[in-house]
Antibody, heavy 122, light 113 residues
Framework: EVQLVQSGAEVKKPGATVKISCRVSGYTFTDFYLHWLKQAPEKGLEWLGLVDPEDGATIYAENFQDRITLTADTSTDTVYMDLSSLTSDDSAIYYC???????????????WGQGTPVIVSS | DIVMTQSPDSLAVSLGERATINCKSSRNILYSSDNKNYLAWYQQKPGQPPKVLISWASTRESGVPDRFSGSGSGTDFSLTISSLQAEDVAVYYCQQYYNPPFTFGGGTKVEIK
């Protein structure tokens, strides 16, 4: 069974950095891009970026490229998202999702993680 | 960026009746080299992550009931639930995966009338 399991909820102060993990199981880790998405309370979905676990290549959304770092650890089949300089606008649920490959191109987002709530508050 | 515009924002339909959601992209998302529309539909229920229902504009994912269907090409797409069931109450999103940044429509909330 394919599973993406994310780390738990975070509470951070403004200006801090949050690190969220997403551990993959049930398929070969390097087979698919891993994406990160944000869903603010009662809001829609916003794509933040992707990492190719095969070689660590990344693509970031322009709005976040100065504050986000995505990495992949092939020894633990885990991807990480670091988001820095947090403000209250970053309070949201963050999801990882798998989809697309470097060989076949972009594709829909298949399995999703369960989501990690992040609260930014002084 | 490709802007995805969904309509309506919300929809109340009687059980067993048809529900149709529309999605318009600001640019053509039909890739000429493979003749595929890079458009997916997702269902999100409260407290859950989104679940993909349809990819390539009209291909149902494994396990998705056949009352869900997708249609359209180029810039105009739709998702139809042919006979609404109670378990279909959710928010539905369209998404383009033609080019990053991958963008979503604003969502359509489907409720029972």
């Amino acid at each position: 069974e394919v599973q993406l399991v994310q780390s738990g909820a975070e509470v951070k102060k403004p200006g801090a950095t949050v690190k969220i993990s997403c551990r993959v199981s049930g398929y070969t880790f390097t087979d698919f891009y891993l994406h990160w998405l944000k869903q603010a309370p009662e809001k829609g979905l916003e794509w933040l970026g992707l990492v190719d676990p095969e070689d660590g290549a990344t693509i970031y959304a322009e709005n976040f490229q100065d504050r986000i770092t995505l990495t992949a650890d092939t020894s633990t089949d885990t991807v990480y998202m670091d988001l820095s300089s947090l403000t209250s606008d970053d309070s949201a649920i963050y999801y990882c999702a798998a989809g697309g490959t470097s060989d076949d191109g972009f594709n829909r987002f298949g399995p999703w993680g369960q989501g990690t709530p992040v609260i930014v508050s002084s | 960026d490709i802007v995805m515009t969904q309509s309506p924002d919300s929809l109340a339909v009687s059980l067993g009746e048809r529900a149709t959601i529309n999605c318009k992209s600001s640019r053509n998302i039909l890739y000429s080299s493979d003749n595929k529309n890079y458009l997916a539909w997702y269902q999100q229920k409260p407290g859950q992550p989104p679940k993909v229902l349809i990819s390539w504009a009209s291909t149902r994912e494994s396990g998705v009931p056949d009352r869900f269907s997708g249609s359209g090409s180029g810039t105009d797409f739709s998702l139809t639930i042919s006979s609404l069931q109670a378990e279909d109450v959710a928010v539905y999103y369209c998404q383009q995966y033609y080019n990053p940044p991958f963008t979503f429509g604003g969502g359509t909330k489907v409720e029972i009338k």
